[in-house]
């Protein structure tokens, strides 16, 4: 492909830019320790949005890619380009027992007649519990692991060889972690899992089977506030880990394969789906990567649907974010605003969808924004609601989705009443049920 579709990358806040076929380029070139508050975001080119009839979105929509546009941009040919995706998959599905494929995305009938909708509308539920390690979180880490072996394939990395490699680094104990373990696993690459002491057990047994190395890490009293596992996780980058996360700011890279998820949304709904397009896209929110990139994969098609980013009660940074920027000049600028609006939730309370306790939403700008220009909102569901739309989400559909995986459900619930029974509405399943939750 001739045009390129992604530019590069400029910063929401401070607006340095970073040319696309710059490699490594994690974090806005103006970030500090002392100032995290920067984020690159891809300034993308709103195409019309063909994806290839490939099972594999990494090859369908591979020309709308960041990763591809750095790869062509720093001479690899489209042949090795896509030769590159194949061959990664490959080993992935070694170790995974599947490749990335592009997920189901279906009316459930029977949830759509559970809550109230008329056939003209109803619930559309994206099955991603069968994506590469469970959930979607392995399509945002895909991008960072392509830049990185595309850097090294072409010589632009610093290490001599494979064993001068740094290691990879992540900051989780959930479906993020098992994503970062079973890529780094295919590609035999090293990786340093940073998580809290009481982390689960099973997850940590299923890290350590994929021969992640797990950095147990306990607060130490010179620690600042903060969760201990990112303050561990940033000390390994700063000595030379490659961050292998999916937070915007710590690694703007996994915000490019996010979007392969809203690609494939956006696409069938177009293609596949007779009648008017989706109305309203509920997705739950910890790190705010997941929404942020769904939407601007959707916004790329050109038809948008209200956002609504969805967290619990336990935990609400977004929602008080989005009520502060409104005050503060209006979503669309908040960027300019983020210490006013955005800082970590102070009483993280429990709640059965553990994974979106982020206390800070980490990427929330691109949250904001687009729940502010597309008529969207946040939405803070009980914990009875939570439970509730994991019982009703599995019994219905029989996807065996985690409570956290289900969440996007309980905003939907909890919005019920605001929603005409003829829309269209649509939630993604992701995050399979493991034996301990
Ligand atoms: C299944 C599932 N859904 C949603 C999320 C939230 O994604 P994000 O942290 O990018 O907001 C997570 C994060 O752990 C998750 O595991
Ligand atoms: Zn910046």
């Known amino acids: ?27 806005c070139p103006k970030a500090t320790e002392a100032d995290r508050h920067h984020a690159l975001q891809l300034v993308q080119a709103i195409a019309p949005l063909r994806g290839g009839d490939d099972p594999n979105p990494f090859v369908a929509f591979r020309p709308y890619l960041a990763w591809d546009n ?16 194949r061959q990664v998959d490959t080993d992935v599905a070694i170790v995974a027992g599947v490749g990335f494929h592009v997920t189901p995305f279906d009316r459930s ?6 809550l109230g909708f008329s056939a003209d509308g109803g619930v559309w539920i994206k099955d991603e519990t069968g994506q590469v390690a469970g959930s979607h979180k392995a399509r945002h880490l895909f991008t960072i692991l392509l830049h990185l072996l595309t850097a090294e394939s072409i010589g632009l990395a610093p290490w001599a060889d494979d064993a001068d490699r740094p290691p990879l680094a992540i900051a989780s104990c959930g479906n993020a972690a098992y994503a970062a373990a079973t890529l780094a696993a295919a590609v035999r690459w090293r990786l340093r899992v940073f998580v809290p002491p009481n982390a689960d057990p099973v997850v940590l047994a299923g890290l350590r089977e994929l021969r992640a190395e797990v950095v147990e890490c ?12 990112t303050h561990r996780f940033r000390e390994a980058v700063a000595e030379g ?19 392969t998820i809203g690609w494939e949304m956006a696409r069938h709904f177009e293609e596949r789906v007779p009648g008017p397009p989706l109305d309203r896209l509920f997705i739950q929110v910890g790190a705010g990567t997941f929404a942020a990139c769904t939407i601007a994969g959707f916004r790329m098609s050109g038809v948008m649907p209200r956002l609504h980013a969805v967290q619990t ?6 929602a008080r974010a989005w009520d502060l920027a409104r005050q503060l000049g209006g979503p669309v600028s908040a960027a300019t605003h983020w210490s006013e609006c955005m800082w970590p939730w102070e009483h993280v309370g429990e709640s059965a969808a553990d ?10 700008i691109p949250v904001v924004r687009a729940m502010g220009d597309g008529n969207g909102s ?19 559909t029989g996807i065996d989705a985690s409570y956290t995986g289900t969440a996007g459900l309980a905003g939907l619930i909890a919005a019920r009443d605001d929603i005409g029974p003829s829309e269209r509405v649509a939630v993604v399943f992701s995050g399979v049920r493991r034996s301990s939750q």
């Open 355 to 364: 994974g979106i306790l982020d206390d800070e939403t980490y990427d929330w």
């Open 378 to 396: 946040p939405i803070v569901a009980s914990e009875a609601q939570v439970l509730h739309a994991n019982e009703l989400g599995r019994s219905t």
């Open 313 to 318: 009660n336990s935990c609400a940074p977004l």
């Open 241 to 259: 880990a490659i961050p292998f996360t999916v937070q915007g700011p710590e690694n703007a890279w996994c915000l490019d394969g996010g979007r």
């Open 1 to 27: 492909m001739d045009i390129p579709l992604a530019a590069g990358w400029t910063c929401a806040v401070c607006g340095a830019r970073v040319d696309i076929a710059k490699p490594f380029s994690w974090r």
């Open 109 to 114: 009938d029977a949830l759509s007649d559970a």
């Open 218 to 229: 306990p607060r130490r009293p010179s620690d600042p506030a903060g969760d201990p596992c």
């Open 70 to 85: 750095f790869a062509a941009a720093n001479g690899m040919t489209e042949m090795a380009r896509t030769a590159l995706v």
